[in-house]
Nanobody
Framework: QVQLVESGGGLVQAGGSLRLSCVGS????????MGWFRQAPGKEREFVAA??????RYGDYVQGRFTISRDNAKNTVYLQMNSLKPEDTAVYYC?????????????????WGQGTQVTVSS
């Protein structure tokens, strides 16, 4: 079993920054592919970023604004979000994939956190 706990969400003005954290327990995040997804009201869950070893992958709409990173010693994955826009408003989830790495598909992730709300005001 893997438990994931996100934190760092909140309310920020457009153009601002937030850093989300996802602490894992039960298995090492370094032995997996970790992803960030988001879901806005009435919309499907969509891919934001993923990291496996030293390789990162990003959704097209966050490329250049968001950065995913990992601290193996803390078993934690981060999502640094800069130049935030109102359309970035959503619940952000981290996810753990044991076998399929850097996937953009939610169904290929095995464990999920409870989510953290990010709200960007205009």
């Amino acid at each position: 079993q893997v438990q994931l706990v996100e934190s760092g969400g909140g309310l920020v003005q457009a153009g601002g920054s937030l850093r989300l954290s996802c602490v894992g327990s039960g298995r090492a995040v370094s032995e997996s592919s970790m992803g960030w997804f988001r879901q806005a009201p009435g919309k499907e869950r969509e891919f934001v970023a993923a990291i496996a070893w030293s390789t990162a992958r990003y959704g097209d709409y966050v490329q250049g604004r968001f950065t995913i990173s990992r601290d193996n010693a803390k078993n934690t994955v981060y999502l640094q979000m800069n130049s935030l826009k109102p359309e970035d408003t959503a619940v952000y989830y981290c996810a753990f994939a044991a076998q399929i790495w850097l996937s953009t598909e939610p169904r290929e992730y095995d464990y999920w956190g409870q989510g953290t709300q990010v709200t960007v005001s205009s």
